[in-house]
């Protein structure tokens, strides 16, 4: 019913910079809050920044300083700027919402994107 789709992915030497988008469609009826979970080999899921429709936003403190995530809540888009990207940023990157739905305007589900790699190395 909702579909994420990210891009922006790829390989950057460490120090490096990347955006990352994601973009919502689907029968959306409102969509709360967006964000970024990344995940490494061998490691669990983690969030790296989430961002509200009210405009609060998280990071997680290893990203603090160095990543940006804005929203663009007409085009229902979600973004992630990277800076100062180091290798331990080496992870695939997911997409995440909160959504409800023209079926269901009353009840938030949470949705995910299929993910988009991104290495940091020499």
């Known amino acids: 019913q909702v579909q994420l789709v990210e891009s922006g992915g790829g390989l950057v030497q460490p120090g490096g910079s990347l955006r990352l988008s994601c973009a919502a469609s689907?029968?959306?009826?409102?969509?709360?809050?967006m964000g970024w979970y990344r995940q490494a080999p061998g490691k669990q899921r983690e969030l790296v920044a989430s961002?509200?429709?009210?405009?609060?936003?998280v990071y997680a403190d290893s990203v603090k300083g160095r990543f940006t995530i804005s929203r663009d809540s007409a085009k229902n888009t979600v973004y992630l700027q990277m800076n100062s990207l180091k290798p331990e940023d080496t992870a695939v990157y997911f997409c995440?919402?909160?959504?409800?739905?023209?079926?269901?305007?009353?009840?938030?589900?949470?949705?995910w994107g299929q993910g988009t790699q991104v290495t940091v190395s020499s």
């Open positions: 961002a509200t429709s009210g405009g609060s936003t």
């Open positions: 995440n919402a909160a959504a409800t739905t023209m079926n269901n305007m009353y009840v938030y589900s949470i949705y």
């Open positions: 689907g029968s959306i009826f409102s969509i709360n809050a």
